[in-house]
């Protein structure tokens, strides 16, 4: 619908009701209509942690051009109840559509306030009576009724129809296309037109739908990962389910434990025999992995840990976003061993992240842990196909038969790197425990004070190795710039969106997105803010865990800041005003965030 600045050539549509309605069922078969007709897609899903119940969104993005997140306008609302129109006039575009069903509210009773929107009633519950169908089916007879509104072919969505239900019944597949086919002619029958129509678009480019679960589940698999463990949690949940999903077909054991100790001390094991291996889950169950994780560093384990984050403290938001886990990433387990920290800023970042930290893991025999968050974990967009020619297999320093002399699992080096066979290489003795160890792993003689150092500095040195094998920053935008931003992780999404609009508008804007956080990259980071004319650091917790890491790491102190910790994702129109407000200039938003009369709201 959109053509103003800065949106560009695109349409939003919100889908809202209770859970249990097929809400983000839906609105994926949406998103996978569009992509497969060459549109580029982002969409967003917001849920209570309820199975039934409560108020669900899915808000899908479409546009001709390149697109990096979510906006916070909407050019149709699909209200599968009464509740979804209040929660959501206030992001509706000019000239936006309303699509209800005139059993839940009737269109005198729709109370907006404004006359520039577009009231569709289609009636969803009759049509699903009329054709013998079942309550949850009015999500398809909506899903016509957006086409129809639009104007947009209604074969694409009968042909998904049939795929999706070909292993059922053929009456199934049937009735949802009845269901369809009669919410697009009612929706057509509505006297306004939808303004914007799409255009012919050449033969439908080579894309992938991915969201971020998928793509570190990718990486793995790309990595030639051999055992996953996880216990569900959101948002990890989804890995798991991933995983097992290919676990037959790749070749993985996919271990669904009994609780998050047993996932880190299994894959401690797999690492043990040999065989690349992950878990991963959200902030409560890294807790419990915890003391796992010191083993891991006491026993140079070789293991991937997935933390993905939403809002705590305890059970917190279990559904929501946020960024407050990085100091715990970092600073998690009892002692001191070295680390790496990677976070993913978006779907193609989690596939080579992933892949590169099973890498990192073997070369510096330590764990590696991938920081992300809801708002990556769960979103889907249209992506380039993964570039798996670039995939590589580091294996580091693993001894196999005839190489082993006089061997010491813990030899003391000046790279911190002692050399690893597998269980059953002739010649070499492994023992592993938890306890300080001598250069065979004894954990007796361990306790000397002169082997105590020794150990503890030889692990210690890894992190000098580690600094050269990580990977860096990722500078975006010109050298020099008007505004520096500086973020970890998927608030990158936003603010790349947020840069394209303030191209246009003449702002000059870079961007550092820091991919390692530990180790930290201080001087890149220290650089980058000596040359910025206004810094501005962007992260998803309250008490700025990325700024004080760079004040610690850099003694420098970034000019600007922008917290967010109610649990939802930075949007790319918050970007945009507050880039406008340090440069003087006032950017309205409605009370949802939307840019006022800017193609988003009132």
């Known amino acids: 619908m959109s053509h103003n600045r800065p949106y560009g050539r695109e349409v939003r549509i919100r ?3 209770p859970a249990g309605f097929g809400i983000k069922a839906a609105g994926q078969t949406l998103a996978r209509l569009f992509a497969r007709a060459g549109y580029r897609t982002f969409d967003l899903t917001e849920y209570p942690s309820l199975i039934k119940g409560g108020h669900n969104t899915y808000h899908l993005r479409i546009s001709e051009d390149e697109i990096f997140s979510h906006v916070m306008a909407t050019d149709i609302l699909v209200a599968l109840d009464a509740a979804t129109i209040p929660a959501h006039l206030s992001e509706l575009s000019p000239g936006a559509a309303i699509l209800f069903d005139p059993a839940d509210i009737a269109a005198s009773e729709i109370d ?11 009636p969803l519950t009759d049509i699903v009576h009329e054709i013998g169908g079942i309550r949850i089916m009015r999500n398809v007879a909506a899903l016509g009724a957006v ?4 104007g947009f072919p209604l074969e694409g969505l009968l042909d998904s129809l049939r795929a999706q239900f070909a292993h059922k019944a053929p009456a199934i597949a049937e009735q949802n296309i009845l269901a369809a086919t009669r919410g697009f002619e009612h929706a057509q029958t509505v006297g306004c037109a939808f303004p914007y129509r799409f255009g012919d678009l050449p033969l439908p480019a080579a894309r992938i739908l991915a969201d971020g679960n998928e793509s570190v589940g990718l990486g793995a698999l790309a990595a030639g990962i051999g055992l996953y463990c996880a216990y569900p949690m959101t948002p ?5 389910h991933f995983m097992a999903a290919h676990a037959d077909d790749q070749g993985v054991v996919v271990k669904h434990t009994e609780d998050e100790i047993a996932a880190m001390n299994m894959v401690i094991g797999g690492a043990f025999g040999g065989t690349r291996s992950m878990c991963a889950t959200s902030g409560g169950g890294f807790s419990l992995m915890v003391e ?8 140079e384990s070789a293991v991937v840990v997935g933390l993905f984050t939403r809002p705590g403290p305890a059970t917190g938001l279990p559904t929501w976003t946020e960024q407050s886990d990085l100091r715990f990433a970092l600073h998690a387990a009892q002692g001191e061993f070295p680390r790496v920290v990677l976070a993913p800023g978006d779907q193609t970042d989690a596939f080579e992240l992933t892949w590169q930290a099973f890498n990192l893991a073997d070369q510096l025999q330590t764990p590696v842990i991938l920081l992300g968050d809801t708002y990556l974990s769960d979103n889907r967009q249209t992506l ?15 001894q196999t038969e005839g190489e082993v002399t006089d061997y010491l699992r813990y030899r003391v080096t000046d790279s911190g790197i002692s050399p690893r066979v597998l269980p059953g290489v002739i010649g070499a003795q492994q023992i592993v425990n938890s306890y300080e160890h001598d250069e065979r792993g004894w954990g007796a003689p361990g306790e000397d004070a002169a082997n105590r150092v020794a150990q503890n500095e030889k692990r210690l040195r890894k992190l000098r190795l580690a600094e050269t094998l ?3 920053p990722v500078l975006f935008g010109p050298r020099e710039a008007d505004i520096s931003i500086i973020l970890f992780g998927s608030t990158k999404m936003p603010v790349r969106e947020a840069m394209k609009w303030l191209e246009v508008d003449g702002v000059s804007v870079n961007m550092l997105q820091l991919v390692t956080l ?3 990259p201080r001087d890149t980071v220290g650089g980058f803010l000596d040359h910025s004319a206004r810094s501005l650091v962007i992260e998803g917790n309250a008490t700025g865990q990325l700024e004080g890491l760079i004040r610690e790491q850099c003694l420098r102190e970034p000019g600007h800041r922008i917290n967010r910790h109610d649990g939802r994702p930075f949007s790319p129109e918050q970007v945009y005003a507050t880039v406008h407000r340090i440069l003087g200039n006032h950017i309205a938003l409605t009370p949802a965030g939307a840019l006022l009369g800017k193609g988003g709201g009132i």
């Open 147 to 150: 086409l129809g509104h639009m």
């Open 236 to 240: 990890a949940s989804s890995l798991l």
């Open 112 to 122: 907006a306030g404004r006359e520039d929107l577009c009231l569709v009633p289609v």
């Open 15 to 17: 889908i809202g009701g």
């Open 470 to 472: 990580v990977p860096p």
């Open 518 to 520: 530990w180790p930290f």
């Open 384 to 398: 380039e196909p993964f570039d798996t020619a670039a995939v590589t297999i580091e294996r580091g320093e693993l």
């Open 292 to 299: 796992g994780l010191g083993f891991a560093g006491a026993s």
